[in-house]
């Protein structure tokens, strides 16, 4: 017979973390709609332009696809890689839009856009090893280089050059140590969108050593002046460029989890060992419903873009006319990211005091890094009554406040 032992007083285990997840940081954007969500239990009503995601939802032939998909039994595991059809169309998908051949070889589909952030890094990064990254910018890529113990190497975007990088300046922050170089277009927080001359640029600082880039491009069909470039076109950069990309934005997807990124097929052989110990592979059904998404009727991808310019258009004319507050026209993304440095008061506190006093839901340019003091980033993923009422409310506590 067994006999059980009773303790009188439970022992209070210390929870023994490694000492890397002291080091790993996070995405605000949730804190915030938590803390918004809080508010309205308590009877507050909030305009929610915190989080970036479409507010439309994701479009009918792709929901039917998926649905065909589970009622024809696509619920089990695929390959880790992701389906041989849904690569071949990513491929092909890439190969028309950047003008460079991509096999499916060099395809790897993963549960969003982020896993590709995270298994660059850890097939890529050792201590120390230096990574060159955007700030402001999207804050996984800090808390993943400083995580795995790499040296998180800011550049900064500077307003005054619409958010792009200074290629002087990264010439300047390139050293032997560096390993990878991440860039963003169109970019989280800021909307700035790189042009040709730019990637060119980059390039050119880069020349031919061994650094690679991850080109983070999950905003690529969201462009609202030019064309979208890539430093995957430039002669040379093939072999050495990450290319993220995905459904979240794009199709209104964000729930779905699914994106993928494009890499030389050795790499990608490491990144799909990742993902065979992580995830073992993208839901099967999923990546049968993104084939639709790239092959099917995209109109829905130019009506998406159209309605995010006109709320655009309309919320930076609204921000301009508020005291304090002035805003460069955004060239990509749904991303808002007016300069506040007027009002005096600090990224933070003005975000927090919009949030508790005024009911709008915003980030703290901080929220992207140091470089972000001095600004707000507001998503119009959102309805144009609701950012005409952001607006408005907005206005109010401004002339209330300051
Ligand atoms: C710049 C950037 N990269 C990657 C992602 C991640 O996208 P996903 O939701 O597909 O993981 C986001 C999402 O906000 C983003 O803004």
Redesign the pocket.
């Known amino acids: 017979m067994t006999t059980f032992v009773t303790m009188e007083k439970a022992i209070q285990h210390e929870l023994r973390l490694s000492e890397r997840m002291s080091r790993l940081g996070t995405e605000t954007a949730f804190e915030v709609l938590n803390q918004a969500r809080a508010l309205e239990r308590q009877g507050k009503n909030i305009v929610h332009l915190e989080i ?1 995601e479409p507010d439309f939802d994701t479009p009918k032939n792709i929901i039917d696809a998926a649905v065909n998909a589970l009622q024809k039994g696509w619920t089990h595991y695929g390959p880790s890689a992701g389906l041989p059809d849904l690569r071949q169309a990513i491929g092909e998908e890439v190969s028309r839009s950047r003008g460079v051949t991509v096999n499916a070889d060099e395809v790897v589909v993963v549960p ?3 896993p590709i ?1 995270f298994f660059t890094m850890l097939a890529l990064i050792d201590r120390g090893d230096e990574v060159i990254y955007p700030n402001p910018g ?1 804050p ?1 890529y800090e808390s993943m280089i400083e995580y795995l113990g790499g040296k998180a190497i800011p550049i900064r975007l500077r307003e005054e050059r619409d958010f792009g990088l200074d290629v002087n300046e990264l010439a300047s922050l390139i050293t032997d140590r560096t390993k990878l170089i991440i860039v ?1 277009s169109p970019q ?1 927080p800021t909307g700035g969108v790189l042009g040709e001359a730019d990637i060119r640029d980059i390039a050119g600082v880069i020349g031919d050593r061994n650094i690679l880039v991850l080109s ?1 491009e ?2 690529s069909r969201l462009i609202f002046e030019g064309k979208h470039h890539s430093i995957l076109s430039v002669a040379g950069f093939k072999d050495r460029t990450i290319l ?1 990309d ?1 459904f ?2 794009t199709y209104a997807m ?1 729930g779905w989890r699914m ?1 993928y990124g494009v890499m030389r097929s050795d790499l990608a052989t490491y990144i799909t060992r990742l993902m065979t110990n992580s995830n073992s592979c993208t839901a099967s059904f999923t990546q049968v419903a993104g084939i639709e998404a790239l092959r099917g009727d995209q109109s829905s991808v130019d009506r998406m873009r159209g309605e995010f310019q006109r709320r655009r258009d309309a919320f930076v004319a609204g921000l301009n006319r508020i005291k304090g507050f002035s805003c460069r026209m955004p060239k990509g993304a749904f991303y808002v990211f007016p300069n506040i440095m007027e009002t005096r008061w600090k990224s933070k506190k003005l975000a927090g005091a919009l949030l508790e006093e005024a009911g709008v839901a915003c980030l703290s340019g901080t929220a992207f890094g140091d470089y972000g003091e001095g600004y707000l980033r507001f998503s119009v993923a959102n309805s144009l009554e609701n950012l005409h009422k952001a607006l408005d409310r907005i206005d109010q506590w401004t002339k209330r406040i300051l």
């Open positions: 970036g969003g856009g982020k952030i999207f996984i963003n989280n983070d999950i905003y993220l995905g979240s934005k964000t994106g």
